[in-house]
């Protein structure tokens, strides 16, 4: 299988600004407590690998491969990893559809923010699941757009978020993946005693991050992927795009601004014996 569904955010500026601020803390706190010093760990969706960089100065006997179906923005990721004088970090390039290791290579696989834009989340869970060692972990960590909330209300970004919703599902994806990454994982094989599931928020806030959210998301609707696809794909004209994107840089100029991203995860234990 490869890859059939168009990614809705692509890798524009605009976009790897919101991607470089991920961390292992904010974005991957529910993994922390399973780490092991020595542990074999796959990045599945790494993007520019600032995850990966983190997790893999917290496994220091071990070695993380990060995995990227789009190679460009890998060199951002290499690069950072030889910032930080790193030895136990991979990249490579490949489509999580089938993914390149033999079955049981990994103690953790792991994905971020993946399955919402891909045609097929439950046939990559099965891949991440083979590729699992017996008693392994496979994680995943995935926002859900119809739960998002934020103040004070504007209809502009109810237009947004309306408009966001359709183009993910017209590009392929599910932009509500939070809510249904555990059911994806049952129907990858997964028993309901062997999937764990919690949930987190990214909270934006202060003025400083208010403009960094409301900045990016106004230049990533007229001038990332998204922008394209939403014309190409949904039908959405250009000034609708031009419409949003004024509405969320008035809502950024408000002073109680606040925005709460929340996401649905997982940690799935592969059976010792299936």
Not at 34 to 59: F, N, Q, S, Y
Not at 99 to 116: A, K, N, R, S, Y
Not at 192 to 206: F, G, V
Request: charged share 20%.
């Amino acid at each position: 299988m490869k890859e059939s569904a168009t990614y809705t955010h692509g890798h524009h500026p605009s976009v790897l600004r919101s991607h470089t601020w991920r961390t292992a803390a904010n974005s991957a706190a529910y993994l922390l407590p399973h780490l092991r010093p020595d542990m074999h760990i796959l990045d599945v969706g790494c993007g520019p690998g600032t995850i990966t960089v983190d997790l893999a100065r917290l496994i220091p006997n071990g070695h993380i491969t990060g995995l990227e179906l789009a190679p460009a923005v890998l060199e951002q990721a290499r690069a950072l990893a030889a910032s930080h004088s790193l030895i136990n970090i991979t990249f490579q390039s490949a489509d999580a559809n089938a993914l390149p290791f033999d079955e049981g290579t990994f103690d953790l696989v792991l994905c971020h923010q993946v399955l919402q834009h891909v045609r097929d989340p439950v046939h990559i869970l099965r891949e991440m699941r083979r590729v699992a060692k017996r008693g392994g972990l496979v994680a995943a960590r995935e926002s859900d757009y119809a739960g998002f909330v934020w103040y004070p209300s504007t209809a502009g970004l109810d237009v947004w978020r309306d408009t966001y919703l359709t183009v993910c599902r017209a590009n392929g994806g599910e932009p509500n993946a939070g809510r249904m990454v555990h059911a994806w994982a049952r129907r990858a094989g997964f028993t309901r005693e062997q999937i764990k599931c919690s949930s987190s928020n990214w909270c934006y806030s202060t003025a400083g991050e208010i403009q960094w959210w409301s900045g990016l998301w106004a230049e990533r609707t007229v001038a990332s992927e998204f922008a394209r696809t939403a014309r190409e794909n949904a039908g959405v004209e250009g000034g609708e795009l031009e419409g949003i994107a004024r509405a969320w840089r008035a809502w950024g100029g408000e002073e109680d601004a606040w925005f709460s991203v929340p996401s649905g995860e997982v940690i799935c234990v592969k059976g010792v014996v299936d």
